[in-house]
């Protein structure tokens, strides 16, 4: 996607643009500002609001991953305890 293009699509062409390249810190914190920003239009809030919702991990996943590292954490005391 040409800047032009992004430009013409505003600040969700950005957040896109940005989801697109990888950087996902940069387009939640732009997602955040323009939900943040009471002048923009109700478009841009919108496409915000789903980019943010898409990067929110899931809560089943959130608890997979802390049960995995407690598990990893009682193995790794249960071996360095060991006599």
Same mark, same amino acid.
């Given at each position: 996607?040409? %800047?032009?293009?992004?430009?013409?699509? %505003?600040?969700? %062409?950005?957040?896109?643009?940005?989801?697109?390249?990888?950087?996902?810190?940069?387009? %939640?914190?732009?997602?955040?500002?323009?939900?943040?920003?009471?002048?923009?239009?109700?478009?841009?809030?919108?496409?915000? &609001?789903?980019?943010?919702?898409?990067?929110?991990?899931?809560?089943?996943?959130?608890?997979?991953? &802390?049960?995995? $590292?407690?598990?990893?954490?009682? $193995?790794?005391?249960? $071996?360095?305890?060991?006599?």
């Amino acid at each position: 996607m040409s %800047g032009r293009n992004r430009r013409a699509r %505003g600040r969700g %062409g950005r957040i896109a643009a940005l989801l697109e390249c990888g950087d996902h810190r940069a387009a %939640g914190e732009e997602a955040r500002r323009i939900l943040a920003d009471p002048a923009a239009p109700a478009q841009e809030r919108e496409e915000a &609001a789903a980019a943010l919702a898409r990067l929110r991990p899931e809560p089943g996943a959130a608890l997979a991953a &802390a049960l995995g $590292v407690a598990i990893a954490l009682a $193995v790794a005391a249960g $071996v360095l305890l060991r006599p």
